[in-house]
């Protein structure tokens, strides 16, 4: 069918238009950027075509075909920008008219000589004045002497002023030819800027566009966002001397998010005036390429607010921006995640431990609690609340675990740790909502209060980790040689039901620095110096130490025998006290009875050992390591139909 392009649109586009949304042909596409993929269009108008780049946001429109070269497009939000003195235009939104059609027109690439030359055109058809001896009076309708003199319609070569007499032009007649007698009413600024004087560059307000549309090809901008978190303020020390900064995330109407970064003297401007939960106006500040190791918001871009930069309070409430926004996983599916990536998660709290002070890297103390919450897909999770969160919502949910009652909880921005097993902790911009009022919180809580609360879970912390599966397989101790387990490139993940037959006593744990390492305690062993302890890896002395277990072991089942190393955690399982404890017994006691009957207790006691299974390189030789991850009683009631389950399969066969 017949297509029409705008015509002079791109002109147009380049004198500073943004609203004519004009009918352009695609006549070139290509991909350009080799860290970030952007798509070139060359666009044409049928007189001229110019080079133009599609916002990030569209690029499935190229990659599934909804655009492609010869495409008649109609451009709805777009601006032209200069990047390197090079005028180009960003496509931000726009149609596609007619997928595929020949070349319209002879179009020319265009130059701003042109956009000039239409200029001075344009200013030569503008109205000529005709002097009348020493007045000047224009040939076209726009004449207008304001009470200043009379223009006289019977006798058109003459007009008369107060006081003035009458004056005559000398050529009425050409006059008379090149008057219209359409009067155009004199130019009315906006109504913001009136009795302002000249309006300045930039001075009009920019226009409002979804976070989704931003891009560093844009001059002016604006975005009304609701803040959903905000960061601590933080101060720092680097070559270039002291600093101080914080960050914002915002959320718009359209589901676009983004983060807000201040430095320095920019913190004193906005950090008092930004409130979670609020609405504002943020315009004036520069998009730069979002720094993913401390952010982790779906925007390849992050705004940095400078002294020029513009927020302000929108007084009332826009119901169209939701207070915040989620998106929930499962916690099965918690397994697969990767480690350091960050998850927002909902569940049932169901245990809370209490909290604990931390010595962290700096010689700061921190506090450290943790709580395990389950959902409906038959899983549960640790979840660690470092910091104000111990004190604040991890305290209140403790006092309803303790009478009784079990909140929901709603997580957003959690970081997944995979450090035997998996679990979750907090990071500062990690948001708590207990007991919210959505949907799938009142999903949950129906679940858990008709039947969920008795439904069996499966913890996936400090038990499961990149084996998945293969943690459920049961094995016997002759299997783990006879099947080769862990040789392998990844490590084998098993159960085996075993009695403890020896445990070595004479070091079952070390000295290790309590400092953290970003949400990490360090852990490596420290050597003491005198009346401290000096940390290698932290390069640091410290007051007093940590005391962890690294228990050896030999485990026994009716198949053969193992030896077995249980860090922290299982160590304290199988020996049922703190490794400090036993420590200040036997070393500064000296009760070697005591320690003796501790040790005593535990041999030819029966667990059900989760297994991580290794062949780890020592010195030049390759050893099969075998780790304990957890050791618990033995629950016969499980074990017996398992074995049941068993038997039954076998005559099925």
Not at 157 to 175: C, H, L, V
Not at 191 to 217: C, D, Q, S, V, W
Not at 622 to 631: E, G, H, P
Request: charge should be neutral; charged fraction near 25%.
């Amino acid at each position: 069918m017949p297509v029409n392009l705008t015509p002079n649109s791109i002109s147009l586009i380049n004198g500073g238009d943004v609203n004519s949304k004009p009918l352009v042909q695609v006549m070139d596409i290509k991909l350009i950027g080799s860290t970030q993929e952007r798509y070139r269009f060359l666009i044409s108008d049928s007189v001229s075509t110019q080079h133009a780049m599609l916002a990030t946001q569209l690029n499935d429109r190229v990659k599934t075909g909804q655009v492609k070269k010869g495409s008649v497009v109609q451009l709805i939000d777009y601006i032209c920008s200069t990047v390197q003195n090079r005028k180009i235009i960003v496509v931000l939104n726009m149609e596609t008219i007619i997928l595929d059609c020949e070349p319209i027109g002879n179009p020319k690439i265009f130059s701003e000589s042109e956009l000039t030359a239409q200029k001075t055109i344009a200013s030569n058809n503008l109205p000529q004045p005709v002097r009348v001896n020493n007045y000047s009076a224009p040939n076209s309708g726009t004449f207008n002497l304001q009470n200043s003199g009379t223009f006289n319609s019977q006798n058109p070569g003459s007009f008369s002023t107060p006081n003035s007499g009458t004056f005559r032009a000398p050529n009425a007649g050409s006059i008379m030819r090149s008057f219209q007698p359409t009067v155009q009413p004199p130019y009315q600024p906006p109504p913001n800027f009136r009795n302002h004087g000249p309006i300045l560059k930039n001075e009009a307000p920019a226009r409002i566009i979804p976070i989704a549309a931003l891009n560093p090809y844009q001059g002016r901008w604006a975005i009304k966002a609701r803040v959903t978190a905000k960061g601590d303020l933080r101060r720092y020390n680097n070559a270039r001397g002291d600093g101080k900064v914080f960050s914002f995330d915002v959320l718009d109407s359209d589901g676009g998010e983004i983060r807000v970064t201040c430095f320095n003297a920019v913190v004193d401007c906005f950090y008092e005036i930004i409130e979670v939960g609020r609405v504002y106006l943020i315009s004036k500040g520069s998009l730069k390429p979002a720094q993913k190791n401390f952010n982790h918001l779906k925007n390849e871009w992050e705004i940095f607010l400078e002294a020029t930069s513009t927020v302000d309070l929108c007084t009332e409430e826009d119901d169209s921006i939701p207070k915040q926004q989620f998106s929930f996983r499962h916690i099965s599916e918690i397994e697969s995640a990767e480690n350091n990536s960050i998850v927002d998660v909902i569940g049932i709290v169901i245990s809370v431990n209490p909290s604990v002070p931390i010595l962290r890297k700096n010689g700061m103390e921190t506090q450290r609690r943790i709580l395990n919450l389950k959902d409906t897909s038959g899983k549960s999770v640790e979840l660690t609340l470092w910091g104000d969160f111990c004190n604040k919502e991890g305290q209140k949910l403790q006092e309803m675990v303790d009478v009784g009652f079990f909140p929901v909880l709603s997580v957003k921005s959690g970081k997944v740790n995979d450090f035997s097993g998996k679990s979750i902790g907090t990071i500062p911009s990690t948001q708590l909502f207990i007991n919210p009022d959505f949907a799938e919180a009142h999903e949950l809580r129906e679940w858990f209060d008709s039947g969920g609360k008795n439904a069996a879970t499966v913890s996936i912390s400090r038990e499961i980790a990149a084996g998945g599966a293969k943690n459920e397989i049961h094995k016997t101790v002759s299997q783990i040689k006879n099947e080769g387990l862990g040789r392998s490139e990844k490590p084998d993940w098993v159960t085996v039901r075993a009695f403890i037959t020896f445990i070595k006593s004479d070091s079952f744990c070390y000295t290790a620095c309590p400092l953290m390492i970003g949400d990490r305690q360090c852990n490596k062993k420290v050597t003491q110096s005198g009346n401290r302890w000096q940390c290698d890896r932290c390069n640091q002395e410290i007051d007093e130490c940590d005391y962890r277990y690294l228990l050896q072991a030999q485990i026994q089942d009716q198949t053969g025998l193992t030896w077995v190393t249980a860090f922290q955690e299982s160590g304290e399982e199988i020996l049922g006290c703190p490794a400090k404890e036993l420590y200040m017994l036997k070393y500064e006691l000296q009760d070697d009875v005591r320690f003796g009957e501790i040790i005593r207790s535990r041999v030819f006691n029966q667990y059900l050992f989760r297994l991580k299974i290794k062949e780890e390189l020592y010195g030049d030789e390759q050893r099969v390591k075998i780790t304990v991850i957890r050791a618990d009683q033995v629950n016969y009631s499980s074990e017996s139909r398992y074995l049941l389950d068993l038997i039954s399969k076998s005559f099925r066969k």
